[in-house]
């Protein structure tokens, strides 16, 4: 199992993915500010993984918070919380995890300040669990829908390096479809500008023994005019109330290219990344990440000085472009806007 983060007395630790594959390096962050300034770099990234970092940010934080007063700490607390929320705007996961810890702490705010220190920490680890056994779940749901045999299509990373560790959610679907015997061959999208296709989803199916070639992004409809393709699996780091899901930049593209040939196009992500607040996606706020994503790789300029760039994190896919939505609760499918409402009243 690879483990993306997690707890320790020092602070929270994690696997550095900003130097995979080149280096497993762990980096331990002792400081709630220092677990913000990871997720903003992207030491730690994709949803779900944002989400129980940032729970265990809040966790930490507290721990070492001053004052042994209750209206002293929910300042502190409060200011915690609002600092993480603008580490990554778009992963609703992290505003989800965010009220979580609220509202656990208001529930034990008749505590004295060490045991609701304690409540927040076991909340932080409450979270953390719960997205391992979230995302073996929606991996047995999906991988029924793969083919039997043929290729499957990722765009970003949305594998054990995602979330909390374990299956992961796109490639948890591929993972539980190769153990169930299916033969199936990744191709995984390099995924400019910051190559989390080529750095990580290589490197983790490489770990997997599961077949997998990297493809350049502009690739991918040749791919599938040649009939490689048989199925695309990405992730989300918000799915809307009408089933439009925010992803890395170039899924829509990807969406777009799958309608065009036939091919289905499966979302994988836990129910945590559901937004049945947000009506559709025209209303998801889009992350804007700095122009040196583009023009640099590595320390290696690419582009000429001074060229305006546009950089973008994320891109909304419609709703018409999905095939269906899988999450630990069950598979949703068009009409997005009542599967989904179905599935929130579902606790299982």
Not at 15 to 20: C, E, G, M, S, V
Not at 234 to 241: Q, T
Request: one cysteine or more; a negative charge; charged letters at 20%.
């Amino acid at each position: 199992m690879i483990k993306t983060l997690e707890w320790t007395d020092a602070g929270v630790r994690f696997l550095d993915q900003t130097k995979l594959p080149a280096e497993e390096t762990y980096v331990t962050c002792a400081t709630w500010e220092e677990v913000a300034d990871a997720i903003r770099t992207m030491v730690v990234r994709g949803a779900p993984a944002i989400g129980v970092a940032a729970a265990m940010g809040i966790a930490l934080g507290a721990r070492d918070a001053e004052g042994d007063h209750v209206a002293e700490f929910r300042r502190n607390f409060e200011k915690i919380c609002e600092e993480m929320s603008t580490t990554r705007p778009t992963a609703v996961n992290l505003f989800w995890a965010i009220e979580r810890m609220r509202t656990r702490f208001e529930a034990s705010v008749e505590m004295p300040v060490k045991q609701i220190h304690q409540a927040l920490i076991t909340e932080a680890q409450r979270i953390y669990v719960e997205d391992l056994a979230a995302n073996e779940a929606l991996s047995k749901h999906g991988a029924a829908l793969l083919p039997a045999s043929g290729g499957v299509l990722t765009h970003c990373n949305a594998g054990a390096l995602a979330t909390a560790g374990g299956y992961g959610t796109a490639l948890g679907v591929i993972r539980a479809a190769v153990e169930a015997g299916k033969k199936l061959h990744v191709f995984a999208d390099e995924t400019r500008p910051v190559l989390q296709g080529s750095r990580l989803t290589a490197w983790e199916l490489q770990k997997d023994g599961i077949p997998t070639t990297v493809i350049a992004d502009n690739m991918a409809g040749a791919m599938m005019q040649k009939g490689k393709i048989a199925a695309v699996v990405v992730g989300a780091d918000r799915v809307a109330a009408n089933g439009d899901t925010a992803n890395k930049i170039g899924t829509y593209t990807v969406a777009v290219l799958a309608k065009e040939h036939g091919i289905p196009f499966y979302v994988a992500a836990p129910f945590s990344s559901i937004d049945l607040e947000t009506p559709d996606g025209s209303k998801i706020p889009i992350e804007q990440r700095a122009a040196r994503e583009v023009t640099h790789i590595g320390g290696t300029r690419i582009a000429p000085e001074g060229v305006k760039v546009e950089n973008p994190a994320f891109d909304v896919t419609p709703n018409a472009l999905i095939a269906a939505i899988i999450t630990e609760r069950g598979v949703a499918r068009p009409p997005f806007a009542e599967s989904l409402r179905k599935l929130a009243g579902s606790s299982s």
